[in-house]
């Protein structure tokens, strides 16, 4: 195991659902991420937090909206979401202050019908 | 442009047998360069990175940097079937924000 967990390991949501991702790191990181991985196509970044900060939002639809309460603890809340949005997501932390490497967790795959 | 192009593959090699995974990337910020290996089902997990241009080893993979040419590759040496699996290169210019090639599909056949 990595130090990240994530839940749940699968998810079927419909376009009109609310849902949330959850993401624990067990690492003492004070960084922690969001990646959407699609078939096909490289791992984007979606959000960055910094001491619980946000510090990073890559144009993501307002339909994704991330919740960090604190720094081993972070969310991604889902609603009206499209069929394209069907993909993995996966959470990593990272310590800045001491090297490059991020820390994933297994992944959330998530189907939209 | 992709900021990191990385061929897809999939690569198919025997067992025993020196594979060689490459990524290209534009920009010129980058700083670390990093190689990370997905299995199927799980989250990626680092292999190992360098910092600027050069080589550097760890049993039998080796990572090699030329900034020059803004060429990244990973080197596996006697390949195992438990090397198959989606190699993925990453760079960061420092910010701690990893961007990805797509991935290379490598099976191992023993």
């Known amino acids: 195991e990595t130090g990240v967990t994530q839940t749940p390991r699968h998810l079927v949501m419909g376009m009109t659902n609310k849902k949330s991702l959850k993401c624990e790191q067990h690492?003492?990181?004070?960084?922690m991420y969001w990646y959407k991985q699609s078939a096909k196509k490289p791992l984007e970044l979606m959000f960055v937090?910094?001491?619980?900060?946000?510090?990073e939002n890559n144009s993501v639809p307002s339909r994704f909206s991330p919740e960090c309460p604190n720094s081993s603890h972070l969310f991604l809340h889902l609603h009206t979401l499209q069929p394209e949005d069907s993909a993995l997501y996966l959470c990593?932390?990272?310590?800045?202050?001491?090297?490059?490497?991020?820390?994933f967790g297994q992944g959330t795959r998530l189907t939209v019908v | 442009q992709k900021e990191v192009e990385q061929d897809p593959g999939p690569l198919s090699v025997p067992e025993g047998a020196i594979v060689s995974l490459n990524c290209t990337y534009s920009?010129?910020?980058?700083?670390?360069f990093m190689w990370y290996r997905q299995y199927s089902r799980k989250g990626p997990e680092l292999l190992m990175y360098?910092?600027?241009?050069g080589n550097k080893e760890d049993g039998r993979f080796t990572a090699q940097v030329d900034k020059s040419s803004k060429y990244i590759s990973l080197f596996i040496r006697d390949s195992q079937p438990s090397d198959s699996a989606t190699y993925l290169c990453?760079?960061?210019?420092?910010?701690?924000?990893?961007?990805f090639g797509s991935g290379t599909r490598l099976q191992v056949q023993p």
């Open positions: 920009n010129s910020a980058f700083q670390y």
């Open positions: 360098t910092y600027s241009s």
């Open positions: 690492l003492g990181h004070n960084a």
């Open positions: 937090y910094n001491f619980k900060e946000q510090t």
């Open positions: 990593a932390s990272s310590d800045t202050r001491a090297s490059p490497e991020a820390f």
């Open positions: 990453a760079t960061d210019t420092g910010r701690r924000a990893l961007t």
